[in-house]
């Protein structure tokens, strides 16, 4: 990457980090985008969002989709930087620099449009923070002909220079769950004459401890974590109804299936034992991120000609990326963005991305794209 590309994109990504946009609401980022790119040659496509951009560089097939997330979220930020957001949303994901860095694998490959022999593809994803953009642009049609998609999550835990890959899960799939339970209020000094609302969701939450303890294989894994609770409003009245909610992070889709049932089955035994009614909301949230078998060794490989390439751990966050992967093949990716001892994590109001990480980002599309063209031609 020429000296002048990068001096422009990291101007581009402090710009896009001042002016944060929490999900569904990224009209100036969109706007943003299909201006640069409209700069850069490339006009956007008519596709149906009410955020987010689709654009495309050269013609017919094979389609290979490059995607990186735009929104941010609603965090104040506290990281002192010149370029620090002062509008109450942060970008604290680093969406800034997964858009960044797309936008500069289309200036690349703009340039190189000669060399393209099919199509690459510019998803610029709306709403990932509420895993509701994937699903907005497959039913946009915006992976419809596409042979394969990547994307990549920056990663604080590893340098600049830095690709952490692996076939299969790399993301956790993700459960929300809402738990609703009415009991019957009585005077805290009658209990017998309700039914304790607050002993049936204590002990339903410390029931629920024994999935991961006593039903997932010391040799899998599932995480269980209950959240936020809230039940009564005085010292002196056994509560009607109450509520609690958390979330479920697993690996393997089958796991995934047996850890839900247990949970419900826990759930509705234990409001049966008081007499309480109890009703289960699942959140929409997306399936397990997971790479595929034949394109990862592929992309590793590859990405050996321009980075330090680890085979990295799975992360128990959540991506909707895992929507795409459903449909067709695909492969995430982390790209090292910090790699300090203490380098604050995503979603924290100190969460710094590196400047030059931004050539790993950006080759890391660019080469890649170009590599899965080649294969699913021949
Ligand atoms: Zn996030
Ligand atoms: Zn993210």
Request: net charge negative; aromatic share 10%; glycine share 8%.
């Amino acid at each position: 990457m020429s000296e002048g590309i990068y001096e422009k994109l990291r101007e581009i990504r402090h710009y896009l980090h001042q002016h944060p946009e929490i999900s569904e609401n990224e009209f100036e980022t969109t706007a943003f985008i299909k201006k640069h790119l409209k700069d850069l040659g490339i006009e956007p496509l008519a596709y149906p969002l009410k955020t987010g951009v689709i654009a495309e560089i050269g013609s017919g097939q094979p389609i290979i989709a490059l995607r990186a997330d735009i929104d941010a979220l609603p965090i104040i930020e506290k990281t002192g930087l010149a370029y620090a957001s002062k509008n109450g949303a942060m970008h604290a994901c680093g969406h800034d620099f997964h858009q960044t860095s797309l936008l500069g694998a289309a200036q690349i490959l703009k340039e190189r449009e000669a060399e393209i022999k099919g199509t690459v593809r510019f998803i610029f994803q709306p709403a990932e923070e509420n895993f509701q953009g994937a699903y907005q642009v497959i039913e946009a049609g915006g992976i419809e002909g596409v042979s394969a998609i990547i994307g990549y999550h920056n990663n604080p835990h590893l340098k600049p220079g830095q690709i952490g890959l692996r076939s299969g899960a790399i993301m956790a799939g993700v459960e929300q769950f809402e738990v609703t339970v009415a009991g019957i209020s009585a005077h805290a000094a009658r209990p017998d004459l309700g039914v304790d609302t607050v002993l049936a969701i204590t002990t339903m939450i410390h029931n629920l401890q024994q999935i991961v303890a006593r039903t997932v294989s010391p040799f899998d894994s599932a995480v269980l974590s209950v959240t936020h609770i809230d039940v009564g409003t005085t010292w002196n009245v056994l509560p009607a109804k109450g509520f609690f909610e958390g979330t479920i992070r697993t690996f393997d889709p089958k796991i995934r299936l047996t850890v839900i049932d247990k949970f419900t089955k826990i759930v509705e035994t234990t409001a049966e034992q008081f007499g309480a009614q109890v009703s289960i909301q699942w959140g929409n949230s997306p399936k397990v991120t997971y790479n595929d078998a034949t394109l990862t060794p592929l992309i590793f490989e590859n990405s050996k000609t321009f980075a330090q390439v680890i085979e990295t751990l799975p992360s128990t966050g959540g991506e909707d990326f895992a929507a795409y992967q459903e449909k067709i093949p695909g492969v995430f990716a982390f790209v090292g963005s910090n790699g300090a001892d203490n380098a604050p994590d995503w979603h924290h109001d100190d969460f710094i991305v590196k400047d030059d990480a931004l050539p790993t980002a950006v080759n890391y599309f660019v080469e890649n794209a170009f590599k899965l063209l080649e294969y699913y031609r021949s």
